[in-house]
């Protein structure tokens, strides 16, 4: 555990002056000095400050066990305790300055400031007498009271997180964070302690959170696509989600930058040449079939063929279909002609008739929210993304698209 606290150090000073040779005063009738103490312990109260000057501890221990014998008032142990912390420190007694700042944080005779100096060496005395747990106790009680730098905040939650204390790892992980945005970004490795934390505690929610600040901070991260995947698979878990949209998450993922597997490659394509879009099928496989993949199977083969030889006629065949579609078809029918012209780029007329389709009406909401999301990219793939975002964010179905169009606005916002 590392302290970085203002009083470790600062205490130090403070000992020093307090041990430095010059005498103390007691109180007399005409006046009061700086720092007053009894007369009886004023003459073993400097000697035993000479001797810490002169760094002859074992003098300084017997005058200041002389000086206690004879101490009345609470001043005079303040003044003592403050040389015994001095002493202690020096010999390398842990237990003592524990000891020795605990009484003097008790005793009332500290300003304010040397208050909060000795309860920030207090942790590092404990530290030295060998009791973490009761450092990492003082360090979090001197943080919560006085505030401390993202790095503090961060090494409590880190300290935290290794006593599997996962609670307060994520308070204090989570308190770095806000605090280091203040002035710039957190580190990374800040990001994936707070979702481990959480993971900890069974926080499914609060993990993909992380990543969405994750992926805002850091979109390029060498962790991002599964941070992606983390946010969008699970989509596959509403539900009502089936194969209406299947395509749909592969395409999120393709557009968060995720690479697909082999498996997933052909899951899409096959599904696009089911669903009528020869360009989406040719278009997820071309790289790898002028690659000669090897991973490449029969059916992407057998697809990559029929969707080359299908594109043509189907491209030159949509504006008919649009037409006829728009005066006799359904709402779901329009619908999916405007999906055939997103998967060819043609996105203002791809959001012509996702529009028309909503307007005349799509009985099943899943069906609707499916036709939103469409609409979303649409506008988002021609710039428009206040209007996406818009749309994206009245999709509320349980198949799988309200998790989608979260992902899409996210993606909006990161990608540009």
Known sequence: ????????????????????????????????????????????????????SAKDWA??????????????TPADKGQIDRLRVYLASQTN??????????????????????AKQYKGALAKAHLDAGNQAASLTAFRAYIDEYGGTPDQLVGIANDAYKA????????YAAKAIAAAKANGKPDESWYRLLASAHNRLGQAN?????????????????????YWKELIVPAQDEPEYGPAVRLDLFRTLLAAGVKLSAQERTQLSDGAMKRGLPNEALTVLESAVAANDATLT?????????????????????????????????????ASIG???????????????????????????????????????????SGDKDAARATWGQIKANNGTNVLAKNWTLISQIKG
Do not use: C
């Not at 150090?9 to 430095?20: D, H, L, N, S, Y």
């Open 1 to 52: 555990m590392k302290f970085r606290l203002p009083g470790a150090t600062a205490i130090a000073a403070i000992m020093v002056a307090v041990a430095a040779p010059a005498p103390l005063a007691f109180a007399q009738n005409g006046g009061q000095p700086a720092v007053t103490v009894s007369r009886e312990i004023a003459q073993p109260l400097n000697e035993a400050r000479a001797a810490l």
């Open 59 to 72: 003098t300084a221990k017997t005058k200041l066990d002389a000086a206690t014998a004879k101490s009345k």
């Open 93 to 114: 007694d842990g237990p003592g300055q524990v000891s020795s700042i605990n009484a003097l944080l008790s005793g009332g005779t500290l300003t304010p400031d040397e």
């Open 164 to 171: 599997n204390d996962n609670a307060t790892a994520v308070t």
């Open 206 to 226: 609060e993990v993909l959170a992380v990543r969405v600040q994750t992926l805002t901070d850091y979109p390029a991260s060498q962790n991002a696509e599964q």
């Open 298 to 334: 029969a059916l992407d083969k057998q697809n990559h063929a029929e969707a080359k030889t299908a594109v043509a006629a189907d491209k030159a065949g949509l504006a008919k279909e649009a037409a006829d579609v728009q005066k006799k078809g359904s709402g779901a029918d329009i």
């Open 339 to 381: 999906e055939a012209y997103l998967s060819y780029g043609d996105n203002a007329k791809a959001i012509e008739l996702l529009n028309a389709a909503i307007a005349k009406g799509i009985s099943d909401p899943g069906e609707l929210d499916i036709a939103k999301l469409h609409l979303g990219v649409a506008q988002y793939r």
